[in-house]
């Protein structure tokens, strides 16, 4: 068993080409829920979408979210009830998009989760009825809400507001994750029955902090960490998706792959970075991790299935 800590877009694309180089069976991707949200009466789990969705083949490729071939009819339509909603009313609003066919997902989850399921039991329905052989996991079948602290003001919002409502344009002081000290993992077992554990190249802030802080992670991962292999989302100081590489420097972390290494010594043995990053390699194994390097930038063809096989190569060869 290969099992990932994943967020969304990076770590979907990894495990997409894990998939072509080991048995699909035999992975586990164990997904942030930090970010899920309710939207419009709907139960929204982002991260895990987008992941299925990945490995479904049915992800919008050049959105990196939501299904090709998407209609916005129904966002469209709320536009008419713009001139009636009360002031203070979130009925309707529009910052947020859902398609069309991407609706029956969400309409499926919430319905499910009313009955009684668990979001664990749901994920595994919508996995099978995808065709999706990988196996998916939230972190936890508890509320984790991931909120941001804004610099400006103080304000303190959902990291979908801050991420998708103000297009992650604005500096963060804090990130906490309410909830995560009452929330369990998931399976410890996942983690420690493992043959190795990757850290997939997701913001190490608010896609991997969340799993982190629940309890027992981080001591199970430092139990075995020769055997965990991270990879850096961060590439010659910027992130490839998202901000990163900001919310690190306005956390005050280095935006580097020095700076993802600092965060991931205590629980991970190996870092992978990119091959632009190779003159940092010394710098990374200051940190107490080996360093290897390879091609990491997964929009080019092939790159996927090549970075997985590096990845379990060094996984077998330990990080201690």
Known sequence: MISVLAGGVGAARFLSGLQQVTEAEDIVA?????????????????????????LAAAIDPERGWGLRNETWRSMEALDRFGAVRPAGSRAGERWFNLGD???????????????????????????????VRVRIVPMSDDRVSTLVHLAADGRVVSFQEYFVGMRHSVAVSRVEFDGADAAAFTDLALLR?????????????????PLRALAGVDEVLAARRHSVVAISPIVA??????????????????????????????????????????ALAPAVEACGVRCVTTDTIMSRPGVGETLARTVLGAALTGGD
């Open 101 to 131: 066919t991407d609706l029956a997902t969400h309409f499926y989850r919430t319905s499910r989760l009313a009955e009684g399921a668990s979001l664990t039991e749901v994920t595994d329905e919508i996995r099978r009825a995808f065709g």
């Open 193 to 209: 029955d493992a043959e190795c554990v990757v850290i997939a190249p997701s913001n190490p802030v608010v896609s991997i902090g």
């Open 30 to 54: 164990i997904v942030n829920t930090g970010d899920d949200t309710v939207m419009h009466g709907l139960s929204i789990s982002p991260d895990i979408d987008t992941v299925t969705y990945t």
């Open 237 to 278: 100081g910027a992130a490839l998706k998202g901000p990163a590489d900001r919310m690190l420097t306005e956390l005050g972390m280095e935006p580097s792959v020095v700076g993802v290494a600092r965060l991931y010594a205590p629980v991970c043995g190996t870092l992978v970075i990119d091959e632009q990053d190779a």
